[in-house]
């Protein structure tokens, strides 16, 4: 999926703790749609990753989503919840909450 605006970069990113590994461009962690692949929340390049899906697919705003997208994932986001589908559906069905506690 392709991005209308700009990609979420690592500056961009909230917690500055994530472990960072280099992945091939079409690393099944970092590329494609997501899936069953496994997801590791405290990985940068796979953080990054889903935040840009989640982005695309929903039409959402790197500048005014991609830090709650981040929030979501990290801090609220159950531990078992480890494939990159499971993510973006979670988040997709927490985001009205996230929004209204704002």
Known sequence: MKLKNRAVEKDDLLFKDYQWTHYS???PNISGWPDHTAFDRREGEQMLYM?????AIHELSP??????????????????FRSQRRVVSWVAGN???AWFKR
Not at 51 to 55: A, T
Not at 63 to 80: F, Q, T, V, Y
Request: no cysteine; charged share 35%; hydrophobic share 40%.
């Open 25 to 27: 461009e079409d690393h």
């Open 51 to 55: 935040i840009n899906q989640i982005i």
């Open 63 to 80: 500048d005014n989503d991609a830090k709650m997208i981040e929030m979501l994932i990290r801090g609220k986001m159950p531990e078992s």
């Open 95 to 97: 985001w009205k909450m």
